[in-house]
């Protein structure tokens, strides 16, 4: 009967049906995206893992089975362009997956975005990358880790093994070590999701309860035609019911409509094809179980404080106080969770998780459980001040009567806003005390090529490539090598010198006197002179003057070549060293020369790096700087360093955070509005008599403001309150002191403001409908 109460009640038996599955559905389309995570995310790395290479055995030589491969990581417009450089040794050499043969010299295997890329006028610039190469085949989907990934092979003849970056394999598909994230992780992971989801469950016992006044007072003409408690508690659970199912429903829909969309993200590199967003079957099935469970449960629970009788609900006289010792066990249960950890420092494993994930929940939970006793004594204050306007009178006097239904449709956001603060109050705490410490960069762009890729005498060609190169202001260039002392290197030959007891080799950059100012504090130079770094952290040694180097000294006594020589200046002075994050990517402090000083045609394998300024208002000028760097040397690495001091990854997961907060506010705002407009129709006729006795519309709609305002604002303080608690302990589990981003607990505390403002004026059309004197009439 409660079911067909549900779907057969007329016109607003089903406008509240539908309000019920919508509410239910927006809430289980999130749960099922929730359970289908784990699945994404295994699919991504499996496909990711299939594509990491196998090394050949060290020492091996050519084989049947073998393959030449350079790995080519750049980008295009800033987004992420990943390639490989591949020449079999042999016939059976080792295919990458998504491919049925490996692309020959000149041709080119892409993946169906960077196909798409490059046959539309976007990807005109793109196509200056690849020279001369036809495309012969397209990646499939076995060989991609999401949709829209830029991804090629590229086929060779000119691959050599003794290059730097070339290595041999002998097949695709390495799983290598499981991958164990630190219990640091683990915290931000498990408190983020229980701080996202735990206001999904308060959302959706909200949802199972819209319409509730209007099924009270059915359950009463129920009692008058001879049905008895038992009976109706049953009538309620199985409309619940009925509700919560359509809603299962409607959220299955949701949950396959946005797999689609969601194919289109990327995080970190990894993203998910639809056919990887399946709910995992445990998870899944607890959603499906816990819906309708749950509907029976709250609405039974909710139903204990509601006497039906014959006559009417005993509800519409003043309620009962409602009592406060209860409410804050939860929170304290939560504390009592959390504390042990918090005194005992940070753990791993099930135990210490499900601890974590336990004291969290009920800390959030506690929240909502306080907000309902704290707007009722508010809002009695609030009544016995008897201060403010007709609009604030009016929204107060509805407050006081009818505080649950306000209560109840605020504690999601409660619950959201006060998980998000505590988290956000995690991250910025724990990477702001130098858990991962940024290091800032000099601004500008670095060519590189490495292992003598482009020799000495080519350096002065690449060097007037890269600064003709459209965009490019200013090019500077220097050579980058080692040496070892003649003593020690005549030893290794011999055979004569322990592995342990072998030491660093020498750094040494050659470069002109403007480009060594770059990297160390130069009295004065001029060419011809040389420098001894001096290394502030006192780490790597310097040679002395008029000592005898060996220039790229031989690291084994299989490599049987003759390094050069050469003498360290009696006249070279002692310098120290720039910040070395203006030098990041070179080598350590050790020697600095001038080309007169050292003939950089002595470095057999230099490693050469081109530190360019580009035109800040040509923003593809890095673009024309990557297809100048293949054309030199399809290796050439291309990295571009900015005055940005943040951490990228934690500036990441900060914006992640901040983003999955405001969309479940968002989520929890439309339920807001499907509880506002339902309690507007419910009161239609006292609207419509209001308006009879001419009260101004504007003044019903400023209390339609005050009555939304009241219960967000009493929850927003409990909210920042218990979230700086929470975030405060779990700051305290990983010991490290109290760092609030204020920034970010405003965005999120704006964003529930901003939702407030967007119900009352959605709602003012349906208000501005239901005040007609006509709405009086009845038959």
């Known amino acids: 009967m409660g079911a067909r109460f549900a779907v057969t009640g007329g016109r607003e038996g089903w406008i509240r049906t539908a309000l019920t599955a919508l509410g239910v559905g927006l809430g289980v389309a999130v749960l099922l995206l929730a359970a289908a995570l784990p699945n994404a995310l295994n699919a991504a790395m499996d496909r990711q893992w299939a594509r990491a290479t196998v090394p050949a055995v060290e020492g091996t030589g050519p084989s049947d089975?073998?393959?030449?491969?350079?790995?080519?990581?750049?980008?295009?417009?800033?987004?992420?362009?990943?390639?490989?450089?591949?020449?079999?040794?042999?016939?059976?050499?080792?295919?990458?997956?998504?491919?049925?043969?490996?692309?020959?010299?000149?041709?080119?295997?892409?993946?169906?975005?960077?196909?798409?890329?490059?046959?539309?006028?976007?990807?005109?610039?793109?196509?200056?990358?690849?020279?001369?190469?036809?495309?012969?085949?397209?990646?499939?989907?076995?060989?991609?880790?999401?949709?829209?990934?830029?991804?090629?092979?590229?086929?060779?003849?000119?691959?050599?093994?003794?290059?730097?970056?070339?290595?041999?394999?002998?097949?695709?598909?390495?799983?290598?070590?499981?991958?164990?994230?630190?219990?640091?992780?683990?915290?931000?992971?498990?408190?983020?999701?229980?701080?996202?989801?735990?206001?999904?469950?308060?959302?959706?016992?909200?949802?199972?309860?819209?319409?509730?006044?209007?099924?009270?007072?059915?359950?009463?003409?129920?009692?008058l035609v001879g049905a008895d408690r038992p009976t109706t508690c049953r009538i309620a659970a199985g409309e619940a019911l009925a509700g919560a199912l359509l809603g299962l429903f409607t959220g299955t829909a949701l949950f396959l409509a946005l797999r689609i969309p969601l194919s289109s993200l990327s995080l970190f590199n990894l993203g998910v094809f639809p056919s990887d967003v399946v709910p995992d079957t445990a998870l899944g099935a607890l959603v499906a179980l816990a819906v309708p469970l749950g509907s029976v449960g709250v609405t039974l629970f909710t139903m204990r404080r509601v006497t039906v009788e014959p006559l009417g609900v005993t509800r519409a006289a003043p309620p009962l106080r409602r009592r406060l010792w209860w409410r804050p066990l939860l929170p304290a249960a939560g504390v009592a969770l959390l504390l042990p950890s918090a005194i005992g420092g940070l753990h791993s494993g099930d135990a210490a998780n499900a601890r974590l994930i336990l004291g969290t929940s009920l800390l959030l939970l506690g929240v909502a459980a306080l907000l309902p006793w704290l707007l009722e004594a508010a809002v009695a204050r609030l009544g016995r001040a008897g201060h403010g306007g007709q609009s604030w009178q009016l929204a107060v006097r509805r407050l006081q009567l009818s505080s649950t239904a306000a209560s109840r449709?605020?504690?999601?956001?409660?619950?959201?806003?006060?998980?998000?603060?505590?988290?956000?109050?995690?991250?910025?705490?724990?990477?702001?005390?130098?858990?991962?410490?940024?290091?800032?960069?000099?601004?500008?762009?670095?060519?590189?090529?490495?292992?003598?890729?482009?020799?000495?005498?080519?350096?002065?060609?690449?060097?007037?490539?890269?600064?003709?190169?459209?965009?490019?202001?200013?090019?500077?260039?220097?050579?980058?090598?080692?040496a070892d002392t003649a003593r020690h290197q005549q030893a290794m030959a011999h055979g004569f010198s322990a592995e342990d007891d072998d030491p660093e080799p020498y750094a040494l950059i050659v470069a002109d006197c403007p480009t060594l100012r770059r990297q160390a504090h130069l009295p004065t130079c001029s060419d011809g002179d040389a420098f001894l770094a001096d290394d502030p952290e006192g780490v790597h040694r310097t040679p002395h003057p008029g000592e005898r180097l060996a220039l790229d000294p031989v690291g084994s006594r299989a490599d049987h070549r003759t390094p050069a020589t050469w003498t360290v200046p009696t006249t070279a002075r002692r310098v120290t060293v720039v910040d070395r994050s203006l030098t990041r990517g070179l080598p350590a402090p050790g020697l600095f020369a001038t080309p007169k000083a050292l003939d950089p045609t002595l470095l057999r394998r230099p490693g050469v790096s081109v530190l360019l300024r580009l035109d800040p208002a040509r923003?593809?000028?890095?673009?024309?700087?990557?297809?100048?760097?293949?054309?030199?040397?399809?290796?050439?690495?291309?990295?571009?360093?900015?005055?940005?001091?943040?951490?990228?990854?934690?500036?990441?997961?900060?914006?992640?955070?901040?983003?999955?907060?405001?969309?479940?506010?968002?989520?929890?705002?439309?339920?807001?509005?499907?509880?506002?407009?339902?309690?507007?129709?419910?009161?239609?006729?006292?609207?419509?008599?209001?308006?009879?006795?001419?009260?101004?519309?504007?003044?019903?709609?400023?209390?339609?403001?005050?009555?939304?305002?009241?219960?967000?604002?009493?929850?927003?303080?409990?909210?920042?309150?218990?979230?700086?608690?929470?975030?405060?302990?779990?700051?305290?589990?990983?010991?490290?002191?109290?760092?609030?981003?204020?920034?970010?607990?405003?965005?999120?505390?704006?964003?529930?403001?901003?939702?407030?403002?967007?119900?009352?004026?959605?709602s003012l059309p349906l208000l501005w409908r239901l005040m007609r004197p006509d709405g009086l009439r009845t038959e």
């Open 65 to 223: 089975h073998s393959l030449l491969t350079a790995s080519l990581n750049s980008a295009y417009r800033e987004v992420p362009l990943h390639g490989r450089v591949v020449q079999p040794e042999g016939p059976h050499a080792p295919v990458p997956p998504g491919l049925s043969r490996l692309p020959g010299p000149g041709e080119l295997a892409v993946s169906p975005a960077l196909a798409d890329l490059l046959s539309s006028p976007d990807g005109a610039l793109l196509k200056g990358r690849f020279p001369h190469l036809r495309i012969t085949a397209e990646i499939g989907t076995a060989g991609l880790i999401h949709p829209g990934e830029l991804l090629f092979y590229q086929g060779s003849d000119a691959l050599r093994r003794s290059v730097g970056g070339v290595e041999r394999i002998t097949a695709f598909g390495d799983h290598g070590a499981p991958f164990r994230t630190s219990p640091l992780v683990v915290l931000a992971i498990s408190v983020g999701c229980v701080a996202l989801l735990a206001p999904v469950a308060v959302f959706i016992a909200t949802a199972v309860r819209f319409g509730g006044e209007r099924r009270d007072r059915r359950l009463a003409a129920l009692r």
């Open 409 to 482: 449709s605020v504690s999601g956001i409660t619950v959201a806003v006060a998980g998000a603060i505590a988290v956000q109050l995690l991250l910025s705490s724990t990477w702001s005390d130098g858990l991962e410490q940024p290091r800032s960069a000099a601004a500008g762009t670095e060519v590189s090529t490495r292992d003598g890729a482009v020799p000495a005498a080519r350096v002065p060609e690449m060097h007037a490539r890269l600064r003709a190169t459209e965009g490019v202001l200013d090019a500077r260039t220097l050579l980058t090598g080692y």
């Open 619 to 762: 923003p593809d000028a890095i673009d024309h700087v990557r297809n100048t760097a293949a054309r030199i040397d399809i290796r050439a690495d291309v990295v571009t360093y900015t005055t940005d001091t943040g951490n990228e990854a934690v500036d990441l997961a900060r914006r992640g955070l901040t983003a999955g907060a405001a969309a479940v506010l968002l989520l929890i705002g439309s339920g807001l509005l499907i509880t506002t407009v339902e309690q507007l129709r419910e009161r239609a006729r006292l609207l419509s008599a209001l308006d009879a006795l001419g009260t101004p519309r504007a003044l019903l709609g400023r209390s339609v403001l005050w009555q939304t305002a009241v219960p967000v604002a009493l929850g927003l303080t409990l909210a920042i309150t218990c979230g700086l608690a929470l975030g405060a302990l779990l700051v305290h589990m990983v010991g490290r002191p109290l760092h609030p981003d204020w920034w970010a607990i405003l965005t999120i505390t704006g964003t529930a403001a901003a939702v407030i403002l967007g119900v009352t004026a959605l």
